[in-house]
Nanobody, 120 residues
Framework: QVQLVESGGGLVQAGGSLRLSCVAS????????MGWYRQAPGNQRELVAS???????TYANSVKGRFTISRDNAKNTVYLQMNSLKPEDTAVYYC??????????????WGQGTQVTVSS
């Protein structure tokens, strides 16, 4: 079994910062990519940021310059540093991981989500 456990969400005022963390646990052969998505009420889930290894990162236009994704490969952990938060960043943030497991092969896994609320 693989589990993705997120932490770090909460309530913050506009202009503030939060740091999300996500740890992938279980029997993992390799981590191909890790990232963050978010879903606000009434909206589709959207990509926030992803990292496919090293400096290969992708950001949604709406968060460029404010959010930074990073990974600790030794800990199978991905972080999302969120600065200059805006009320429109309010959403449930989901961790996403593209993993290869022994015998099971490659698959995409999701965390349970963590709420981020930005007040104006």
């Amino acid at each position: 079994q693989v589990q993705l456990v997120e932490s770090g969400g909460g309530l913050v005022q506009a202009g503030g910062s939060l740091r999300l963390s996500c740890v992938a646990s279980g029997t993992i052969f390799s981590v191909n990519a890790m990232g963050w998505y978010r879903q606000a009420p009434g909206n589709q889930r959207e990509l926030v940021a992803s990292n496919t290894g090293g400096d290969s990162t992708t950001y949604a236009n709406s968060v460029k310059g404010r959010f930074t994704i990073s990974r600790d490969n030794a800990k199978n952990t991905v972080y999302l540093q969120m600065n200059s938060l805006k009320p429109e960043d309010t959403a449930v943030y989901y961790c996403n991981a593209d993993l290869t497991r022994p015998y099971s092969g490659r698959a995409v896994y999701w965390g349970q989500g963590t709420q981020v609320t930005v007040s104006s």
